[in-house]
């Protein structure tokens, strides 16, 4: 389902673009986009950053987990990465036994697409609700019946939440589910962490642009300045721009 349209014919990002080395320490970079544990530079890079105090997290699925399930121990155990995003397609019991082994971990589910039966089978580990993003592979499994499913999500979603040790979701799945409807103003707001470009960008390193985020429809072309770049995308989440 990967919108970004990622296979295994992809390209490589470049790990020594300029902009890597302004990264300030104790910034977050979320590294996804395929597999990530296939590039041939990933753990020099990770050493790279750990030493300059970036705090760095991955993504990968349930295969690429299974497959390289110590390779991933051993990037938590030495630190190389703080925060494991597994994405889920079946829950299978030795996903849920990493997810609860490490407390950094969180399984990524997305709006229409997670069942019940997987949500019942993640009981007391961390969840994160993403969007379907109707974009690449998304845009083309997209149905009625997605749709439907995430209505129903939103239906059941406050009777879950006590099922998991916590709960988040993606700026798209807070408009999808429309959890705040749940919660008052001053609760959703102490919690609410920011429109996409006022705390956060993307960057996309394989075709060099950057924009709010992966779903974005404008993207433009790759500056060696983080704080530029940044700048710009803060602009335009402000409306000023």
Request: proline share 3%; net charge neutral.
């Amino acid at each position: 389902m990967c919108h970004e349209n990622s296979g295994t014919h992809g390209l490589h990002a470049d790990l020594d673009a300029p902009l890597l080395s302004s990264l300030p320490a104790g910034i977050e970079l979320a590294i996804g986009g395929g597999n990530p544990l296939s590039h041939p530079d990933l753990i020099p890079f990770l050493e790279r950053m750990k030493k300059a105090g970036v705090v760095c997290n991955i993504t990968v699925n349930e295969r690429h987990l299974m497959a390289d399930y110590a390779l991933i121990a051993q990037l938590i155990d030495e630190k190389l990465v703080w925060g494991v995003g597994v994405s889920i397609t079946n829950a299978s019991d030795k996903t849920v036994e990493f997810l609860k082994s490490y407390s950094n971990s969180v399984a990524h589910l997305i709006c229409g697409i997670v069942t019940p039966q997987i949500l019942k089978k993640l009981n007391n580990t961390k969840v994160l609700f993403l969007g379907y993003k109707q974009k690449g592979r998304g845009e083309k499994f997209y149905t009625e019946e997605i749709e439907n499913n995430i209505i129903r999500l939103k239906k059941v979603l406050p009777y879950l939440f006590n099922h998991f040790s916590c709960v988040s979701f993606d700026n798209l799945a807070l408009e999808q589910t429309k959890i705040f409807e749940y919660l008052s103003k001053k609760a959703y707001a102490t919690r609410f962490m920011g429109k996409d470009g006022e705390g956060s960008m993307y960057i996309d390193l394989v075709n060099k642009k950057y924009a709010l985020s992966s779903t974005s429809t404008q993207a433009f072309d790759l500056q060696d300045s983080l704080t530029k770049m940044f700048s710009h995308v803060n602009a335009i989440a402000n409306g000023n721009n």
